[in-house]
């Protein structure tokens, strides 16, 4: 099975023929870095609008570097070039927001380089070269009890803070932070048993709030969330949220998805009402 290790939103651009210009085209898209089943590095982009594949590239380590082009006017459009060859293939990034532009582009970098590479977010690019793929945190592949799990923390952190939805600019990791989490453990040791089922089978303790606090102060959970947050920016993550019995829309993006958990909860808070004024 493929693992997908980056996605972020970007559409094609195509450079003019007979000229150095490059036109970015209109159509919605998305790049994804993923593990083949056979083994290899595959760069993708899928047309957003009707989920075609529309271009595979298989890629060797240390053989493509993705380079911003400083000529175009927008600003945000890239080159991925080959040293084996003169192939280049030009994307522009469609995220809203460009102030995780560079993240997504040294991300991609690391990962070029070395497929083992470990996705850094909100950390300056020093730091990155540093720490390269020293650490073995693992990429996160969003299986339903993966967005399950953190369904789950998300709706036990929303009933904490219901005063207003979250700016369209906040990401999961302003959420899902330890500060928010580990109140909940304490105040609400119902939750325990009910997240427990969501986590790692191996666990070596019953389940405990120190447990979860561990989890939660954990790299791999800080790495599963920015994961999952750059693949909900994505819009691609709609057919696997229907098995938490969200609408597919709730796939589409970040404000989809959290408010499309608010009102699940808010709907199974009546039902729950209502059961005890008639029992």
């Known amino acids: ?54 271009e595979d590239l298989i890629l060797f380590p240390s053989d493509a570097s993705f380079v911003k082009v400083s000529q175009a006017t927008s600003g945000r459009v890239y080159v991925l070039k080959f040293s084996s060859s003169d192939q280049r293939h030009f994307f522009w990034l469609q995220d809203a927001s460009s102030a995780r532009d560079e993240e997504f582009v040294n991300n991609v970098n690391g990962l070029l380089d070395d497929p083992e590479y470990t996705l850094e977010w909100g950390t300056p690019q020093a730091s990155t070269s540093a720490q390269g793929s020293s650490s073995t945190q693992p990429a996160f592949q969003a299986t339903p009890e993966q967005l399950a799990s953190l369904e789950a923390l998300l709706r036990s952190a929303g009933a904490q803070t219901r005063a207003q939805a979250p700016p369209s600019d906040y990401s999961l990791t302003d959420i899902l932070t330890p500060a928010n989490l580990s109140p909940l453990f304490t105040s609400h040791p119902e939750l325990i048993p009910t997240l427990f089922p969501h986590l790692p089978p191996d666990l070596p303790v019953p389940p405990s709030a120190e447990v979860l606090r561990q989890i939660i102060n954990s790299p791999q959970f800080r790495a599963a969330v920015a994961s999952f947050d ?40 009546e039902r729950g009402g209502d059961s005890m004024e008639t029992d």
Do not use: C, Y
Request: glycine share 14%; proline share 5%; no cysteine.
């Open 230 to 269: 750059q693949a909900l920016r994505t819009g691609l993550l709609g057919g696997l949220v229907r098995g938490l019995g969200l609408p597919e829309e709730a796939g589409l993006g970040i404000g989809p998805f959290l408010a499309a958990i608010q009102a699940q909860a808010d709907r199974e808070r």
């Open 1 to 54: 099975m493929s693992e997908t290790l980056l996605a972020f939103k970007a559409g094609r651009a195509f450079r003019r023929p007979g000229t150095n210009f490059v036109d970015p085209s209109p159509e919605k898209g998305a790049i994804s870095l993923t593990n083949g089943d056979d083994g290899l590095l595959h760069f993708t982009w899928k047309n957003r609008t009707n989920g075609q594949v529309e």
